[in-house]
Every structure is written in C-alpha cells, then in structure tokens.
C-alpha cells in the first residue's frame, strides 16, 4: 500500500452533517446539494461523510449511497473519508461474527460508492468479551480485505466511542493498511497530550488527524498533521488559513487560533450531542440553508440561547 498519509497531511477534511428537513423528517436532498456546493468553493481538501456528525450509522443504505454520490461528485479530485461501523449495541458470543460482517459489509459499499479511505468507528461493544482486545485488533484486521486504507478512531467514550490502551494501539497501528488516527478526546488535555506524544515516538509514519474541535490549534502545535472536524463545515476558509499558518510557521497562528476557538466554543458545549444542529444554525444564519433545515432527528434540539451565542460569534469574526 502506498503512503496514503502523505496524501492527507495539511488537509482540512470537514465532518459534515446530512442535512434534514424539520417538516418531513427526511434529508432534504436540494439542500445538501446546496451545501456541497458551497462548501465545493471553499479550501477543503476532502470531507466525511457517514460519521458521527452526518449520523452515518443511522442512514439507510439508500440514503448512504446518496450522501456518497453527492459529495464524491462535488469534490472532484478530493478526498471522501467514510465512517464505516455498525450501529448494534447488544453483542454476545454468538452474533460477534454478525457485527463484524456488518462492518465490512459496509465499508465494501462504501468502496463501491468510491470513498479513498475508512474511518473506523470504534467498536465499543467488543470490549465487554474476554478476549476484548484480540476482538478489537479482529475488527480492524478484517477490513483490510475491503482493499481501502483505513484511519483510526479514538473518540471519548461520553460519545460511544472507546479509550484504547497504548498495548491495542501499538497492535493496531502494526497493520499496514492502517494510515493513521483522528483523535477526538474533547474532554482531556493530558489524554490527548499523552496520546500525541506515544503516536509521535513510536509511530512518527503514522498520520495523527486532530478530531479536537475545542482543541483545534492545540493539537497541532502536539504533532496533529491535518484536520477531520465537524466545525469544518462552518468558516472553513477560517481554519485553512489557521493550518497553513502553522504548518508554514506565520506569525498569525495565535490570532487565527484564537478566532477558531470563539467558534468551536459557541458550536461545541453542553449537552455535546446538540452540536450537530449548532453547525447547522451557524450555516443557516449565513444563509447556507434555510432555517427549516436545522434539524438533527437524533440529538437534543437546540436552544434560544444557543441560537443568541451562535449569532454574537459570528458576528465578532466579522460574518454577520
């Protein structure tokens, strides 16, 4: 396999939402087409799609393929990067081998579909077994027969996601059709700090992707090399220019990262699952969808407040 990590590094790779209409309940497929399009003339070097942002466990395969085909036809040339999972929570021995064919089953459509690499969602239930850690390494081993590289998953376990030990990682990370990781450990500094450093010493090939949307310009200056955030959806041109300030050493950074920040801090709050329909209220604002479209069927509506913060932020950086 050839060095697929090159390929992604400096990039900003938007996490983006599917897009749902709140009077039908259903994805409004003019307005993602709209979204694409907007987010086509921005400076992003690829997207993801069927992650925990555009809610891909809970598509229908049907509506997988859409979202696929739509951003894979408007990003030419750029990078699809699809979350690939199974959205079961209940495993015992006998249906572990259902779960790992979900899985697969899944990344192989998104082959088809024409997606550059996986994201592997971290398979939280394997952990309860026994053999826990053997399952998890199974997990990833057998995706390499879909034929697609594939970035690792930690994401903190509040969101579902699974803490792994540095032992796994060093297992995981021996598999060579395994490019790199997104770290999402929103919560802990010293996590994120520790894990960069491990990745960073004992797999400096290894591509480390920030997922730290509250630690954005933090997790660069500990070793980050790119970007695969939800708040890449909104301002992206905001947090290019944030990545090549650093990566080019400008003396901008600390202001631009400083600007990054106010955003993340108005879209990324408590109760964390509503930041989905935060993204959208901003893009709305803006114009980019309309405000019927601020809808995540799965996650905990969004507030007045919410809406007045969003507004304010966006207004001091000069959108509004």
Request: hydrophobic share 40%.
């Amino acid at each position: 396999m050839r060095a697929y990590e090159h390929e992604l590094k400096e990039g900003l790779y938007p996490a983006v939402p599917t897009i749902y209409n709140r009077e039908t309940k259903a994805i409004d497929k003019e307005i993602n087409r709209r979204f694409a399009i907007y987010l086509r003339e921005r400076p992003v070097d690829g997207v993801a799609v069927w992650v925990h942002t555009g809610r891909g466990l809970f598509l229908t395969k049907k509506e997988r393929s859409f979202i696929l085909r739509l951003w894979k036809e408007n990003l030419p040339g750029k990078a699809i990067i699809a979350g690939v999972g199974s959205k079961r929570r209940k495993l015992n021995l006998d249906n572990i081998n259902v779960y790992m064919d979900e899985v697969k089953s899944m990344a192989e459509e998104a082959k088809a579909e024409g997606a550059d690499y996986l994201l592997a969602f971290p398979p939280t239930p394997l952990r309860k077994f026994v053999r826990g850690d053997d399952l998890i390494v199974r997990y990833h081993e057998e995706l390499e027969e879909v034929g697609l590289p594939v970035i690792l998953f930690y994401l903190y376990e509040e969101a579902g996601g699974l803490s792994y030990s540095n032992e796994i990682l060093k297992r995981l990370f021996s598999l060579d059709h395994v490019v790199g990781i997104k770290l999402a450990t929103l919560y802990s500094v010293t996590k994120m700090q520790d894990l960069s450093r491990f990745i960073r010493e004992e797999f400096p090939e290894k591509i480390l992707i920030t997922g730290e949307d509250r630690m954005f310009g933090y997790s660069l200056i500990r070793g980050c090399q790119a970007a695969l955030v939800g708040l890449g959806s909104v301002l992206p041109d905001l947090q290019k220019e944030m990545l090549e300030s650093y990566f080019r050493n400008k003396p901008s950074f600390i202001s631009l990262m400083k600007m990054v920040d106010l955003l993340a801090e108005a879209l990324f709050t408590e109760p964390m699952e509503g930041y989905i329909e935060r993204i959208e209220e901003a893009l709305s604002i803006m114009k980019i969808i309309p405000e019927n479209c601020v809808y995540d069927p799965y996650g905990p509506g969004i507030t007045n407040a919410d809406k007045e913060r969003i507004h304010k932020t966006l207004k001091q950086l000069g959108v509004l």
